[in-house]
T-cell receptor, first 114, second 113 residues
Framework: AQSVTQLGSHVSVSEGALVLLRCNYSSSVPPYLFWYVQYPNQGLQLLLKYTSAATLVKGINGFEAEFKKSETSFHLTKPSAHMSDAAEYFCAVSIMEYGNKLVFGAGTILRVKS | DAGVTQSPTHLIKTRGQQVTLRCSPKSGHDTVSWYQQALGQGPQFIFQYYEEEERQRGNFPDRFSGHQFPNYSSELNVNALLLGDSALYLC????????????FGEGSRLTVL
């Protein structure tokens, strides 16, 4: 069965600093990988997705993630944090043959300090 | 273009009661999934509906049931509510031939007292 581990339930960065949110996955078959963002009292918004094309994936709001099969990782980065990036971020994995259900990590709350 | 819409946004129930949550998928989408997000946790898959049938189910008891209508909208029903059912219930939709991208609604927050 597939699973996702997000290292660090809370991450705090200064405005303008690098954002790095870590995600490791476990899957017996090539996965599809996703990052979602959730603002308070809202649903989930897709940031980016990896579906076996380019290993470096660019998403919205300046975020990107790199799929590293050897490390089973899909870390999310942004060169310069903005106050509006403060939210909760979820990494998720899905397997096509399992009907595309998503298995989510526990989430990482990003705090951006001014 | 309306996205995924859910109702009600908030509701309070007492233990033992039953609840029905509703979801209208994004225009053009025919597959609907439901997720439960407990406080401080990631969403957990409940089940998925396509062509009015439950196609896949997560590790949830039979108290959780659903339905999909011919217009692709969906309902989630929970019977005999427990305190532990308190959570944000998220509906997500996609096109069947899409490579897994789901569009989520803003959720229905259920509180069980």
């Amino acid at each position: 069965a597939q699973s996702v581990t997000q290292l660090g339930s809370h991450v705090s960065v200064s405005e303008g600093a690098l954002v790095l949110l870590r995600c490791n996955y476990s899957s017996s078959v090539p996965p599809y990988l996703f990052w979602y963002v959730q603002y308070p009292n809202q649903g989930l918004q897709l940031l980016l997705k990896y579906t076996s094309a380019a290993t470096l994936v660019k998403g919205i709001n300046g975020f990107e993630a790199e799929f590293k099969k050897s490390e089973t990782s899909f870390h999310l980065t942004k060169p310069s944090a903005h106050m509006s990036d403060a939210a909760e971020y979820f990494c998720a994995v899905s397997i096509m043959e399992y009907g595309n259900k998503l298995v989510f990590g526990a989430g990482t709350i990003l705090r951006v300090k001014s | 273009d309306a996205g995924v819409t859910q109702s009600p946004t908030h509701l309070i129930k007492t233990r033992g009661q039953q609840v029905t949550l509703r979801c209208s998928p994004k225009s053009g989408h025919d597959t609907v999934s439901w997720y439960q997000q407990a406080l401080g946790q990631g969403p957990q898959f409940i089940f998925q509906y396509y062509e009015e049938e439950e196609r896949q189910r997560g590790n949830f008891p039979d108290r959780f049931s659903g339905h999909q209508f011919p217009n692709y909208s969906s309902e989630l029903n929970v019977n005999a509510l427990l305190l532990g059912d308190s959570a944000l219930y998220l509906c997500a939709s996609r096109q069947t031939d899409n490579t897994g991208e789901l569009f989520f609604g803003e959720g229905s927050r259920l509180t069980v007292l």
